[in-house]
């Protein structure tokens, strides 16, 4: 199948998954359906940005991703929801994908919505100190940092190259260490990639592009980490390079009003 092809099928899952939400179903049987409709709209980017060069309309779709997950998470709430599974904080990669938008603000409310303990039945435990770390690392003067990555490491080996990455971004002093971390990460993903051969409409376009690469790239660069035109596999300079230069309308507000006139 070709780009374009995927590109018109990722496009025609995101309506179908659309018309699915906004069918009045309980929360509580929504939350797989909000996890693919993430998934499908990170790839929609990637698509985007590998057919077209389109840079604006690849932060629409990865904005739309974080839409869909603070949609979710604010309608459990609301419902009070017995999901303890799709709401789990490192069930969705939505916070990287506001992170390449450069949308700390759309973090942030992840982070207010996301649950504050860790979900066995949803989550490793890692993955959750992981994800609570990193959205510490992307709040304005956040004093916990110390006390979270304390957290992560009581859980976690201390070889794993995300645990490393979160430890080494705290200090500039680090920085080889920083980029041996992130080497890791690259590495991990190839062999992840390597070993998924077929799967959901999703999965071949983001063999292509790692979203969770370049937020750390993104972190990085903010920090004076990234100098020059340093160019990585899987994670292409030029969402690094440019700024979103309007914000996506939300898709979900308007769906809202759709399932609630």
Not at 63 to 92: C, G, H, M, P, W
Not at 188 to 216: H, M, N, Q, S
Request: glycine share 4%; aromatic share 12%; charged share 30%.
């Amino acid at each position: 199948m070709s780009l374009n092809e995927t590109q018109e099928d990722l496009e025609d899952a995101i309506k179908e998954s659309l018309s699915t939400i906004a069918g009045g179903y309980p929360i509580d049987e929504l939350g797989e359906e909000f996890q693919n409709i993430s998934l499908l709209f990170q790839a929609l980017a990637i698509s985007r940005l590998l057919n077209e060069l389109d840079v604006g309309g690849a932060y629409r779709a990865l904005r739309n991703s974080v839409f869909s997950r603070r949609y979710f998470l604010r309608k459990t709430i609301e419902k009070k929801s017995k999901d303890v599974i799709y709401t789990a904080s490192s069930r969705s990669e939505a916070l990287f994908d506001a992170i390449v938008c450069s949308d700390y603000h759309l973090a942030e409310e992840i982070k207010k919505l996301s649950p504050n303990a860790w979900a066995p039945k949803g989550e490793y435990e890692d993955d959750f100190h992981y994800f609570v770390f990193v959205h510490e690392l992307v709040t304005p003067n956040s004093s916990l940092l110390i006390d979270y990555l304390k957290n992560y490491e009581d859980v976690v080996d201390e070889a794993d190259c995300r645990f490393r990455l979160c430890k080494a971004i705290l200090n500039i002093k680090t920085l080889d260490n920083f980029w041996v971390a992130f080497d890791g990460l690259l590495e991990l993903r190839k062999a992840e990639i390597e070993v998924v051969t077929f799967g959901e409409l999703w999965v071949e376009p983001r063999r292509k592009i790692f979203i969770e690469g370049l937020a750390w790239l993104k972190m990085a660069k903010e920090r004076k980490f990234l100098k020059g035109d340093n160019e990585f596999s899987l994670c292409p300079s030029t969402l690094l390079a440019t700024k979103p230069k309007q914000k996506a309308d939300d898709l979900f507000y308007d769906l809202d009003k759709i399932i609630n006139p």
